[in-house]
């Protein structure tokens, strides 16, 4: 059985989130999602969906385009192996996107 790919960016933004405060362990477990907008309409430009904060420090930001949601890391804040944005192009995405924010997390100085 085939399912629907889940390809709407403000849907794969909400997946995101979900995921990121949903997780209880690791670095995670100090994430939370701050500043986000109820009322989002993602745009060709993108629009800001939501901050992303590790320990009370934001760490990045999501920002929504109509087919795609993309992490971007705050300067300085990020010790990943890729400091480069997360482009999170359908659901299934999601899952790689927040194992990549989880090491990065992981390797950030305190």
Not at 59 to 82: K, N, S
Request: proline share 6%.
């Amino acid at each position: 059985m085939v399912e629907d790919r889940i390809t709407d960016g403000k849907r794969i933004a909400e997946l995101l989130s979900s995921e990121l405060e949903g997780l209880e362990t690791g670095p995670l477990a100090a994430v939370s999602v701050v500043d986000a907008d109820p009322e989002l309409t993602p745009t060709p430009e993108g629009a800001p969906a939501y901050r992303v904060s590790h320990r009370d420090r934001v760490v990045g930001r999501v920002v929504c385009y109509p087919d795609r949601a993309v992490f971007e890391p705050t300067a300085g804040d990020w010790l990943g192996a890729d400091d480069e944005r997360l482009v999170v192009s359908d659901g299934v995405a999601v899952k790689r996107a927040v194992d990549a924010i989880r090491n990065g997390l992981a390797g950030r100085s305190e």
